[in-house]
């Protein structure tokens, strides 16, 4: 495994690889190293942070048999067979960007938890979210909400419908357009990792009951 010596141009043009197995490829010879890499440096900090032991898990794909993937990601979670039931944080790119997340997507069981939790210490949580962060409804859409248009009644929709809704998702963290000059310098996207990751942990700790309150 490679040290991460920052994204380029091309990582992000993988996106526009028409058919399924040409895109794979380059994923995987191309982005998922890069990922892993980025993902087993901040692995250990979170161990820290969180106090569970983080471990590494690189998007596969797998499932998919025709349509090629628009994103990609590596995700660290406190398990070593999976992640998507449990609370984890993600670092992974789009086409137009970077994204920086903490995740409760909707295979977690702790969501309706979550969800409570979120409007039992709203006024915490929205005052430690910076407004330069973002909030995305849905891991599969590049879409994001700015933290600065999140007012009271909008966060309080966002954790109710992660409650009531099926398929509902939360994610928070940071979007770095492509042509953000950090994705260049592998210390200070790291190190705008650790502190992303660090600014959201207490929305980690909200995921366990026993922590939340």
């Known amino acids: 495994m490679s ?14 690889i028409p058919g399924l197995e040409n895109r794979m490829t380059a994923l995987r010879e191309q982005i998922s190293p890069k990922l892993e890499a980025i993902a087993e440096d901040l692995a250990p900090d979170l161990t820290i942070l969180t106090g569970d032991e983080m471990h590494v898990h690189v998007a596969k794909h797998a499932r998919r048999s025709k349509n090629p993937p628009n994103d990609t990601w590596a995700a660290i979670a406190a398990n070593k ?13 789009w086409e137009t960007h970077v994204f920086i997340w903490f995740a409760v997507i909707y295979e ?5 938890q979550f969800g409570n939790n979120l409007l039992h210490q709203k006024e915490e949580i929205r005052s430690l ?11 599969t859409k590049p879409e994001t909400i700015a933290d600065s248009r999140v007012d009271e009644d909008k966060f309080i929709h966002m954790a109710e419908r992660l409650k009531t809704v099926k398929k509902a ?6 979007r770095l357009e492509r042509e953000d000059e950090r994705l260049r310098d592998p210390e200070s996207f790291l190190q705008l990792c650790r502190n992303t990751f660090e600014t959201l942990i207490p929305l980690y700790r ?8």
């Open 206 to 213: 909200l995921t366990n009951e026993n922590k939340a309150r």
């Open 81 to 93: 067979r999976g992640y998507k039931k449990l609370p984890h944080f993600q670092v992974g790119l």
């Open 108 to 112: 977690n069981p702790l969501k309706e």
């Open 129 to 139: 979210i910076p407004e330069d962060f973002e909030w995305s409804l849905d891991h």
């Open 169 to 174: 998702e939360l994610l928070c963290g940071r």
């Open 3 to 16: 040290e991460f010596q920052g994204f380029s141009k091309q990582d992000f043009e993988v996106f526009t």
